[in-house]
């Protein structure tokens, strides 16, 4: 993986350019649920992976500040992404190329 973040910030639907777009939201500016859906360059709902991901598949949970994976059904196309609270209720977005991690141990 590299370490070079593309951030982006927005409101609504905002693009995660090479792999697709996400709209991210909250139940309430003081608090409450903070939930996405996301959308792949092909048109199919991206699925998340993580420890502070959940629900699914087409809307999921997340924990602001808290890294997680997006891809697409096949898992080839892949962004590690984090999401920030932004001014002005916008949401402050970073990303780069990802891999999912290995869900499998070893030979035990």
Known sequence: MTDNWTRVEG???IELKGFGKINPRQDNVA????FF???TDQDEYALAHGEHVGWGPETWSFEFEEP???SDSS????????????KGGKY?????PGQLPQA???AW
Not at 31 to 34: A, L, Q, S, W
């Open 75 to 86: 898992g080839k196309n892949c962004i590690e992404i984090v999401i920030s609270p932004g």
């Open 104 to 106: 499998s141990g070893g």
């Open 11 to 13: 409101t609504g639907w």
């Open 31 to 34: 608090g409450g649920r903070t």
């Open 92 to 96: 402050a977005i970073r990303f780069r």
């Open 37 to 39: 859906t996301a959308m």
């Open 68 to 70: 997680f994976f997006l």
